[in-house]
T-cell receptor, first 113, second 109 residues
Framework: EPEVTQTPSHQVTQMGQEVILRCVPISNHLYFYWYRQILGQKVEFLVS????????KSEIFDDQFSVERPDGSNFTLKIRSTKLEDSAMYFC???????????FGNGTRLTVT | QKEVEQDPGPLSVPEGAIVSLNCTYSNSAFQYFMWYRQYSRKGPELLMYTYSSGNKEDGRFTAQVDKSSKYISLFIRDSQPSDSATYLC?????????FGKGTRLHILP
């Protein structure tokens, strides 16, 4: 069964550094998402992406965050200048249509030191 | 009032028991309802997806939606130790899917 893949599985970075989290959504899916889960807390919506543009973003997704679909397969989340509080699991998800359920990757654990 | 409310648990039940997990919501704009299972350090895995009020069954799992009461449930029959995980309810409106906090479930052998 096709799946969403995320790399790396674990990323350690120093505060103030830029990180790029990578995702390959399921190939026929059109809607792409990033979610964040701080350890022990709920899964929080960051941003949705459709037709090569952001369709919705949360208050967490400030100017330090950006997303890109540089080619037909990858979907990236960039954090420009990481803060300690950015430490979390970041999940990429995709779905084929607007009324379909999300399919998640296994996440990237980001640790900011 | 939060958009989606879910008791975080933990909920401990003996193996073989019927498990009932619930969420309430406040926004009547939610149209689609999902249940996900999440094991530690893994991504959420879709269990059930439903649109209309009523019941939907898949194996040992039954999802129930009551739109008039803004209440959804997931029932697990003949619970197994491998069902021990966090269960997340999720609801879709417009382009956004909102998750509950998740309920930690422990099935005791």
């Amino acid at each position: 069964e096709p799946e969403v893949t995320q790399t790396p599985s674990h990323q350690v970075t120093q505060m103030g550094q830029e990180v790029i989290l990578r995702c390959v959504p399921i190939s026929n899916h059109l809607y792409f998402y990033w979610y964040r889960q701080i350890l022990g807390q709920k899964v929080e919506f960051l941003v949705s992406f459709y037709n090569n543009e952001i369709s919705e973003k949360s208050e967490i997704f400030d100017d330090q965050f950006s997303v890109e679909r540089p080619d037909g397969s990858n979907f990236t989340l960039k954090i420009r200048s990481t803060k300690l509080e950015d430490s979390a699991m970041y999940f990429c998800a995709s779905r084929p249509g607007n009324n379909s359920p999300l399919h998640f990757g296994n996440g990237t654990r980001l640790t900011v030191t | 009032q939060k958009e989606v409310e879910q008791d975080p648990g933990p909920l401990s039940v003996p193996e073989g028991a019927i498990v009932s997990l619930n969420c309430t919501y406040s926004n009547s704009a939610f149209q689609y309802f999902m249940w996900y299972r999440q094991y530690s350090r893994k991504g959420p895995e879709l269990l059930m997806y439903t649109y209309s009020s009523g019941n939907k069954e898949d194996g040992r799992f039954t999802a129930q939606v009551d739109k008039s009461s803004k209440y959804i449930s997931l029932f697990i029959r003949d619970s197994q130790p491998s069902d021990s995980a966090t269960y997340l309810c999720a609801m879709s409106r417009d382009d956004k899917i909102i998750f509950g906090k998740g309920t930690r479930l422990h099935i005791l052998p």
